[in-house]
Protein backbone atom coordinates (compact mmCIF):
# COMPACT_ATOMS: atom_id res chain seq x y z
CA UNK A 1 0.00 0.00 0.00
CA UNK A 2 0.88 3.53 -0.70
CA UNK A 3 1.58 4.48 3.13
CA UNK A 4 0.21 8.63 3.46
CA UNK A 5 -0.66 8.31 0.61
CA UNK A 6 -4.35 10.03 -1.56
CA UNK A 7 -6.41 7.22 -3.21
CA UNK A 8 -9.42 7.67 -4.80
CA UNK A 9 -11.37 4.49 -6.56
CA UNK A 10 -12.71 5.83 -10.14
CA UNK A 11 -15.56 3.09 -10.60
CA UNK A 12 -17.11 0.78 -8.50
CA UNK A 13 -15.75 -2.88 -7.22
CA UNK A 14 -18.34 -5.57 -8.02
CA UNK A 15 -18.76 -9.27 -7.56
CA UNK A 16 -16.18 -9.11 -4.87
CA UNK A 17 -15.44 -11.30 -1.87
CA UNK A 18 -14.51 -10.67 1.51
CA UNK A 19 -11.25 -11.98 0.83
CA UNK A 20 -10.65 -10.11 -2.47
CA UNK A 21 -11.86 -7.34 -1.77
CA UNK A 22 -8.98 -4.86 -0.63
CA UNK A 23 -6.93 -6.17 -3.65
CA UNK A 24 -9.31 -6.03 -6.47
CA UNK A 25 -7.52 -4.04 -9.44
CA UNK A 26 -9.39 -0.69 -8.79
CA UNK A 27 -9.04 2.17 -11.08
CA UNK A 28 -7.40 5.06 -8.94
CA UNK A 29 -6.36 8.68 -8.99
CA UNK A 30 -4.54 10.64 -6.66
CA UNK A 31 -7.14 13.56 -6.46
CA UNK A 32 -8.67 13.01 -2.76
CA UNK A 33 -7.68 12.38 1.20
CA UNK A 34 -7.33 9.39 2.34
CA UNK A 35 -6.02 7.39 5.02
CA UNK A 36 -4.50 4.66 3.40
CA UNK A 37 -4.55 1.98 6.58
CA UNK A 38 -1.05 -0.27 7.39
CA UNK A 39 -1.04 -4.12 7.80
CA UNK A 40 -1.51 -5.60 11.68
CA UNK A 41 -1.89 -8.72 13.18
CA UNK A 42 -5.03 -10.84 11.49
CA UNK A 43 -7.84 -10.67 13.80
CA UNK A 44 -11.48 -12.34 13.61
CA UNK A 45 -13.67 -10.27 11.48
CA UNK A 46 -16.92 -11.07 13.64
CA UNK A 47 -15.33 -9.13 16.19
CA UNK A 48 -14.25 -6.47 14.77
CA UNK A 49 -17.36 -4.18 15.39
CA UNK A 50 -18.12 -5.31 19.17
CA UNK A 51 -14.26 -4.19 19.65
CA UNK A 52 -15.06 -0.60 18.24
CA UNK A 53 -18.23 -0.36 20.25
CA UNK A 54 -16.40 -1.08 22.83
CA UNK A 55 -14.12 2.25 22.49
CA UNK A 56 -17.21 4.28 21.17
CA UNK A 57 -19.21 3.17 24.20
CA UNK A 58 -16.22 4.02 26.67
CA UNK A 59 -15.60 7.06 25.09
CA UNK A 60 -19.40 8.08 25.74
CA UNK A 61 -20.03 8.81 22.29
CA UNK A 62 -23.95 7.32 22.18
CA UNK A 63 -24.85 9.07 25.14
CA UNK A 64 -27.82 11.34 23.85
CA UNK A 65 -27.38 14.92 23.59
CA UNK A 66 -30.21 16.80 25.09
CA UNK A 67 -28.70 20.34 25.62
CA UNK A 68 -27.39 19.99 21.95
CA UNK A 69 -31.11 19.09 20.54
CA UNK A 70 -32.74 21.40 21.93
CA UNK A 71 -30.90 24.12 20.86
CA UNK A 72 -31.13 23.00 17.33
CA UNK A 73 -34.12 21.92 17.10
CA UNK A 74 -35.19 25.61 18.60
CA UNK A 75 -32.94 27.25 16.46
CA UNK A 76 -33.89 25.35 13.09
CA UNK A 77 -37.21 25.53 13.64
CA UNK A 78 -37.63 28.93 14.26
CA UNK A 79 -35.66 30.03 11.81
CA UNK A 80 -38.27 28.25 9.35
CA UNK A 81 -41.34 29.96 11.34
CA UNK A 82 -39.08 33.05 10.75
CA UNK A 83 -39.44 32.59 6.88
CA UNK A 84 -42.95 32.48 6.75
CA UNK A 85 -42.98 35.39 8.58
CA UNK A 86 -41.08 37.58 6.39
CA UNK A 87 -42.83 36.09 3.73
CA UNK A 88 -46.25 37.17 5.08
CA UNK A 89 -44.23 40.76 5.78
CA UNK A 90 -42.69 40.82 2.19
CA UNK A 91 -46.01 40.76 0.86
CA UNK A 92 -46.29 40.80 -2.96
CA UNK A 93 -42.95 41.78 -3.79
CA UNK A 94 -40.32 39.72 -6.24
CA UNK A 95 -37.83 39.89 -3.05
CA UNK A 96 -40.17 36.97 -2.13
CA UNK A 97 -37.83 34.65 -4.52
CA UNK A 98 -34.92 35.86 -1.86
CA UNK A 99 -37.25 34.61 0.93
CA UNK A 100 -37.69 31.29 -1.52
CA UNK A 101 -33.74 30.96 -1.28
CA UNK A 102 -34.15 31.34 2.60
CA UNK A 103 -36.83 28.59 3.39
CA UNK A 104 -34.65 26.16 0.81
CA UNK A 105 -32.09 26.15 3.28
CA UNK A 106 -34.58 26.39 6.03
CA UNK A 107 -36.72 23.02 5.20
CA UNK A 108 -33.45 21.11 4.27
CA UNK A 109 -31.97 22.08 7.61
CA UNK A 110 -35.92 20.64 9.03
CA UNK A 111 -34.95 17.25 7.06
CA UNK A 112 -32.33 16.93 8.44
CA UNK A 113 -33.97 16.97 11.84
CA UNK A 114 -36.60 14.54 10.49
CA UNK A 115 -33.25 12.16 9.93
CA UNK A 116 -31.55 12.08 13.39
CA UNK A 117 -35.29 11.64 14.69
CA UNK A 118 -35.65 8.86 12.57
CA UNK A 119 -32.80 7.26 13.60
CA UNK A 120 -33.14 7.44 17.27
CA UNK A 121 -29.93 9.99 17.94
CA UNK A 122 -32.82 11.97 19.80
CA UNK A 123 -35.25 9.67 21.55
CA UNK A 124 -34.39 5.97 22.56
CA UNK A 125 -37.94 5.10 21.81
CA UNK A 126 -39.93 4.77 18.91
CA UNK A 127 -43.05 6.47 19.62
CA UNK A 128 -41.79 9.76 19.74
CA UNK A 129 -39.14 9.81 17.43
CA UNK A 130 -42.30 9.00 14.90
CA UNK A 131 -44.31 11.76 16.16
CA UNK A 132 -41.49 14.37 16.46
CA UNK A 133 -40.57 12.71 12.34
CA UNK A 134 -44.00 12.98 11.03
CA UNK A 135 -44.60 16.68 12.62
CA UNK A 136 -41.57 17.61 10.98
CA UNK A 137 -41.63 15.36 7.64
CA UNK A 138 -45.15 15.75 6.61
CA UNK A 139 -46.29 18.64 7.69
CA UNK A 140 -42.88 20.53 8.09
CA UNK A 141 -41.89 19.48 4.58
CA UNK A 142 -44.21 17.57 2.85
CA UNK A 143 -42.35 13.86 2.70
CA UNK A 144 -43.78 11.15 3.85
CA UNK A 145 -42.10 10.30 6.94
CA UNK A 146 -42.98 6.87 7.02
CA UNK A 147 -41.93 6.37 2.72
CA UNK A 148 -38.27 8.15 3.58
CA UNK A 149 -37.82 5.24 6.82
CA UNK A 150 -38.66 2.84 4.92
CA UNK A 151 -36.50 3.10 2.12
CA UNK A 152 -33.77 4.82 4.29
CA UNK A 153 -33.69 1.57 6.78
CA UNK A 154 -32.98 -0.79 3.46
CA UNK A 155 -30.25 1.71 2.46
CA UNK A 156 -28.73 1.28 5.66
CA UNK A 157 -28.84 -2.24 5.82
CA UNK A 158 -27.07 -3.13 2.37
CA UNK A 159 -25.68 0.05 1.05
CA UNK A 160 -24.24 0.40 -2.41
CA UNK A 161 -26.02 -2.89 -3.07
CA UNK A 162 -26.85 -3.33 -6.47
CA UNK A 163 -30.14 -5.27 -5.46
CA UNK A 164 -30.80 -4.22 -1.77
CA UNK A 165 -30.20 -0.66 -1.31
CA UNK A 166 -32.96 1.52 -2.96
CA UNK A 167 -31.06 4.46 -3.53
CA UNK A 168 -29.01 2.66 -6.08
CA UNK A 169 -32.07 1.04 -7.82
CA UNK A 170 -32.82 1.90 -11.39
CA UNK A 171 -34.03 4.96 -12.23
CA UNK A 172 -33.42 8.63 -13.23
CA UNK A 173 -29.93 7.35 -13.68
CA UNK A 174 -28.37 4.05 -14.25
CA UNK A 175 -25.92 3.07 -11.27
CA UNK A 176 -24.16 -0.20 -12.59
CA UNK A 177 -23.10 -0.75 -16.42
CA UNK A 178 -26.40 -3.66 -16.85
CA UNK A 179 -28.50 -0.69 -15.41
CA UNK A 180 -27.20 2.04 -18.40
CA UNK A 181 -27.51 -0.54 -21.08
CA UNK A 182 -31.33 -2.55 -20.52
CA UNK A 183 -32.30 1.14 -21.38
CA UNK A 184 -33.94 2.01 -24.62
CA UNK A 185 -34.71 5.43 -26.21
CA UNK A 186 -35.02 8.54 -24.51
CA UNK A 187 -33.91 6.94 -21.18
CA UNK A 188 -30.55 5.32 -23.04
CA UNK A 189 -29.73 9.00 -23.85
CA UNK A 190 -30.16 10.07 -20.40
CA UNK A 191 -27.83 7.37 -19.34
CA UNK A 192 -25.00 7.97 -21.72
CA UNK A 193 -24.91 12.14 -20.62
CA UNK A 194 -26.16 11.08 -16.90
CA UNK A 195 -23.21 12.56 -15.50
CA UNK A 196 -23.83 16.00 -17.43
CA UNK A 197 -27.10 16.16 -16.58
CA UNK A 198 -26.41 15.13 -12.46
CA UNK A 199 -26.43 18.51 -11.03
CA UNK A 200 -29.42 20.29 -13.17
CA UNK A 201 -31.63 16.93 -12.19
CA UNK A 202 -31.34 17.54 -9.29
CA UNK A 203 -33.60 20.40 -9.16
CA UNK A 204 -36.61 18.15 -10.04
CA UNK A 205 -35.36 15.87 -6.45
CA UNK A 206 -37.65 18.45 -4.36
CA UNK A 207 -40.97 17.70 -6.48
CA UNK A 208 -39.69 13.88 -6.58
CA UNK A 209 -39.54 13.30 -2.42
CA UNK A 210 -42.97 15.07 -2.24
CA UNK A 211 -44.58 12.80 -5.05
CA UNK A 212 -42.83 9.59 -4.02
CA UNK A 213 -44.23 9.89 -0.61
CA UNK A 214 -47.30 10.66 -1.65
CA UNK A 215 -47.88 7.62 -4.35
CA UNK A 216 -46.46 5.78 -1.21
CA UNK A 217 -49.20 6.65 1.53
CA UNK A 218 -51.55 6.34 -1.02
CA UNK A 219 -50.51 2.86 -2.21
CA UNK A 220 -48.92 1.01 0.92
CA UNK A 221 -50.25 0.27 4.04
CA UNK A 222 -47.49 2.53 6.55
CA UNK A 223 -47.93 2.11 10.04
CA UNK A 224 -49.29 5.78 10.18
CA UNK A 225 -50.87 5.68 6.65
CA UNK A 226 -54.16 7.93 8.10
CA UNK A 227 -51.39 10.38 10.23
CA UNK A 228 -49.17 10.18 7.34
CA UNK A 229 -52.22 11.30 4.57
CA UNK A 230 -53.42 13.81 7.27
CA UNK A 231 -50.73 15.84 7.81
CA UNK A 232 -49.39 15.72 4.11
CA UNK A 233 -52.71 17.20 2.79
CA UNK A 234 -52.23 19.81 5.67
CA UNK A 235 -49.15 20.49 4.40
CA UNK A 236 -50.35 20.96 1.12
CA UNK A 237 -53.20 23.30 1.66
CA UNK A 238 -51.05 25.50 4.17
CA UNK A 239 -48.53 26.29 1.69
CA UNK A 240 -50.55 26.73 -1.44
CA UNK A 241 -52.87 28.61 0.65
CA UNK A 242 -50.15 30.86 2.32
CA UNK A 243 -48.27 31.22 -1.11
CA UNK A 244 -51.49 32.35 -2.96
CA UNK A 245 -53.31 34.51 -0.58
CA UNK A 246 -50.40 36.75 -0.53
CA UNK A 247 -48.91 36.68 -3.65
CA UNK A 248 -50.60 36.45 -7.19
CA UNK A 249 -50.65 32.99 -9.37
CA UNK A 250 -47.56 33.97 -11.68
CA UNK A 251 -45.40 35.33 -8.50
CA UNK A 252 -46.74 32.43 -6.44
CA UNK A 253 -45.68 29.77 -8.91
CA UNK A 254 -42.34 31.45 -9.17
CA UNK A 255 -41.71 31.62 -5.45
CA UNK A 256 -43.01 27.92 -5.29
CA UNK A 257 -40.40 26.71 -8.09
CA UNK A 258 -37.47 28.57 -6.52
CA UNK A 259 -38.19 27.17 -2.94
CA UNK A 260 -38.82 23.65 -4.19
CA UNK A 261 -35.91 23.89 -6.84
CA UNK A 262 -33.40 25.08 -4.51
CA UNK A 263 -34.82 22.61 -1.69
CA UNK A 264 -33.99 19.51 -4.07
CA UNK A 265 -30.75 20.71 -5.36
CA UNK A 266 -29.81 21.51 -1.57
CA UNK A 267 -30.87 17.81 -0.54
CA UNK A 268 -29.41 15.99 -3.08
CA UNK A 269 -25.95 17.83 -2.88
CA UNK A 270 -26.00 17.18 0.55
CA UNK A 271 -26.50 13.18 0.27
CA UNK A 272 -24.79 12.84 -3.12
CA UNK A 273 -21.55 12.67 -1.75
CA UNK A 274 -21.80 9.86 0.56
CA UNK A 275 -21.41 7.18 -1.88
CA UNK A 276 -21.75 7.64 -5.27
CA UNK A 277 -18.49 7.07 -7.00
CA UNK A 278 -18.08 3.86 -4.26
CA UNK A 279 -17.99 0.19 -4.67
CA UNK A 280 -20.80 -0.95 -6.07
CA UNK A 281 -21.96 -4.55 -3.82
CA UNK A 282 -23.38 -7.60 -5.29
CA UNK A 283 -25.08 -10.99 -4.00
CA UNK A 284 -21.57 -12.29 -4.19
CA UNK A 285 -20.11 -10.20 -1.74
CA UNK A 286 -19.31 -11.38 1.90
CA UNK A 287 -18.56 -8.59 3.83
CA UNK A 288 -19.08 -8.25 7.75
CA UNK A 289 -21.51 -5.48 9.02
CA UNK A 290 -18.21 -3.13 9.61
CA UNK A 291 -17.09 -3.50 6.36
CA UNK A 292 -19.90 -3.42 4.37
CA UNK A 293 -20.60 -0.08 5.97
CA UNK A 294 -17.07 1.25 5.95
CA UNK A 295 -15.72 -0.03 2.41
CA UNK A 296 -19.01 1.88 0.62
CA UNK A 297 -19.55 5.43 2.35
CA UNK A 298 -16.97 8.62 2.07
CA UNK A 299 -16.51 11.16 4.59
CA UNK A 300 -16.69 15.04 3.59
CA UNK A 301 -13.51 16.90 5.04
CA UNK A 302 -13.89 20.29 6.20
CA UNK A 303 -14.82 22.06 9.43
CA UNK A 304 -17.87 23.59 11.56
CA UNK A 305 -19.69 24.87 8.28
CA UNK A 306 -19.28 21.97 6.58
CA UNK A 307 -20.67 20.31 9.29
CA UNK A 308 -23.43 22.90 9.71
CA UNK A 309 -24.56 22.54 6.26
CA UNK A 310 -24.48 19.09 5.20
CA UNK A 311 -26.02 18.00 8.84
CA UNK A 312 -23.59 16.09 10.12
CA UNK A 313 -23.59 13.67 6.83
CA UNK A 314 -20.18 14.50 5.77
CA UNK A 315 -19.20 11.89 8.49
CA UNK A 316 -20.93 9.47 6.46
CA UNK A 317 -18.67 6.43 7.46
CA UNK A 318 -19.25 7.01 11.33
CA UNK A 319 -23.03 7.62 10.78
CA UNK A 320 -23.57 3.79 8.73
CA UNK A 321 -21.63 2.77 11.66
CA UNK A 322 -23.73 3.98 14.63
CA UNK A 323 -26.58 5.41 12.77
CA UNK A 324 -28.42 6.53 16.07
CA UNK A 325 -25.14 8.40 17.12
CA UNK A 326 -26.12 11.81 17.82
CA UNK A 327 -25.27 13.89 15.10
CA UNK A 328 -22.98 16.49 17.24
CA UNK A 329 -20.84 13.11 18.33
CA UNK A 330 -20.24 11.85 15.12
CA UNK A 331 -16.71 14.14 14.69
CA UNK A 332 -15.48 13.03 18.16
CA UNK A 333 -16.10 9.43 16.54
CA UNK A 334 -13.82 9.96 13.77
CA UNK A 335 -10.46 9.91 14.84
CA UNK A 336 -11.83 6.75 17.23
CA UNK A 337 -13.66 4.85 13.80
CA UNK A 338 -10.39 5.97 11.70
CA UNK A 339 -7.29 4.51 13.45
CA UNK A 340 -9.93 1.15 14.21
CA UNK A 341 -9.82 1.22 10.90
CA UNK A 342 -5.94 1.60 10.07
CA UNK A 343 -5.34 -1.60 12.77
CA UNK A 344 -7.82 -3.51 10.79
CA UNK A 345 -6.40 -2.70 7.32
CA UNK A 346 -9.40 -1.50 6.59
CA UNK A 347 -9.57 1.27 3.69
CA UNK A 348 -11.14 4.61 5.07
CA UNK A 349 -11.97 6.87 2.19
CA UNK A 350 -12.25 11.38 2.98
CA UNK A 351 -12.06 13.45 0.53
CA UNK A 352 -12.89 17.32 0.21
CA UNK A 353 -16.43 18.52 -0.96
CA UNK A 354 -15.17 19.29 -4.51
CA UNK A 355 -13.62 15.75 -4.93
CA UNK A 356 -16.63 13.84 -3.59
CA UNK A 357 -18.41 15.08 -6.44
CA UNK A 358 -15.61 14.47 -8.99
CA UNK A 359 -16.05 11.26 -7.84
CA UNK A 360 -19.28 10.87 -7.88
CA UNK A 361 -19.85 12.36 -11.89
CA UNK A 362 -16.98 10.13 -13.06
CA UNK A 363 -18.51 7.26 -11.64
CA UNK A 364 -21.75 8.48 -13.41
CA UNK A 365 -19.27 9.34 -16.38
CA UNK A 366 -17.84 5.76 -16.51
CA UNK A 367 -21.85 3.78 -16.60
CA UNK A 368 -22.57 6.07 -19.10
CA UNK A 369 -20.14 5.40 -21.57
CA UNK A 370 -21.05 2.13 -21.37
CA UNK A 371 -24.17 2.51 -23.52
CA UNK A 372 -21.72 3.93 -25.71
CA UNK A 373 -19.47 0.39 -25.86
CA UNK A 374 -21.76 -1.95 -25.59
CA UNK A 375 -22.71 -0.72 -29.29
Not at 117 to 123: A, L, P, S, T
Not at 225 to 244: C, D, Q, S
Not at 322 to 336: E, G
Request: charged share 15%.
Amino acid sequence: MHQGGTWVISRGARGLSSASFDRHAWKMTSVAVLDVVTPEPPVSRASDFAALCERITAAGLMKRRHGYYIAKVSLTVGFYIACWVAFAFVGASWWQLAVGVALAFGTTQVAFLGHDFGHRQIFRTRRPSEVAGLVLGNLGVGMSYGWWMSKHTRHHANPNHEDEDPDVAIGALAWTPEQAQSRTGFMKFMARWQAYIFFPLLFLEGLNLHVAGIKEVMTVPLRHRKWEATLLVAHVVIYLTAVFLVLPVGMGFAFIAVHQALFGFYMGCSFAPNHKGMPILTADDNLDYLRKQVLTSRNVAGGPVTDFMLGGLNYQIEHHVFPSMPRSNLHKAQPIVREFCRERDVSYMESSVYDSYAMGLAYLNEVGKSVQDSK
